[in-house]
Nanobody
Framework: QVQLVESGGGLVQPGGSLRLSCAYSPFPSDDYAIGWFRQAPGKEREAVSFISNLDSNTYYTDSVKGRFTISRDNAKNTVYLQMNSLKPEDTAVYYC??????????????????????WGKGTLITVSS
């Protein structure tokens, strides 16, 4: 079990920026990944971005490419999601998640909502003027 604690949500105007943080406990194995999902009202939870523990390869869903950046501070066991040029359609509850890299890959390949074993409680981001 991986403990995850998110912070950094809030209200921001369109075009603004926010940074999410997720502090995590040590992974049980090297082949893990950690990342962010989001769920907007009436929609399924979708993978936004994740980073591999082994090689730090990253994934971004198409709608956030060029605007969001995921990074990790190994010394602090914290992963970040820097979100720039925010749009109203980015409004959602954002969840930090950690699990085997293979499960993240399966989620984005199949489109089947994620069934990760480890979730944070979620933090709300509202993009509105």
């Amino acid at each position: 079990q991986v403990q995850l604690v998110e912070s950094g949500g809030g209200l921001v105007q369109p075009g603004g920026s926010l940074r999410l943080s997720c502090a995590y406990s040590p992974f049980p194995s090297d082949d893990y990944a950690i990342g962010w999902f989001r769920q907007a009202p009436g929609k399924e939870r979708e993978a936004v971005s994740f980073i591999s523990n082994l090689d730090s390869n990253t994934y971004y869903t198409d709608s956030v490419k060029g605007r969001f950046t995921i990074s990790r501070d190994n010394a602090k066991n914290t992963v970040y999601l820097q979100m720039n040029s925010l749009k109203p359609e980015d409004t959602a509850v954002y969840y930090c998640a950690a699990d085997l890299l293979a499960k993240f890959i399966n989620t984005v390949m199949t489109g089947i909502p994620a069934d990760m074993d480890n979730w944070g409680k979620g933090t709300l981001i509202t993009v509105s003027s």
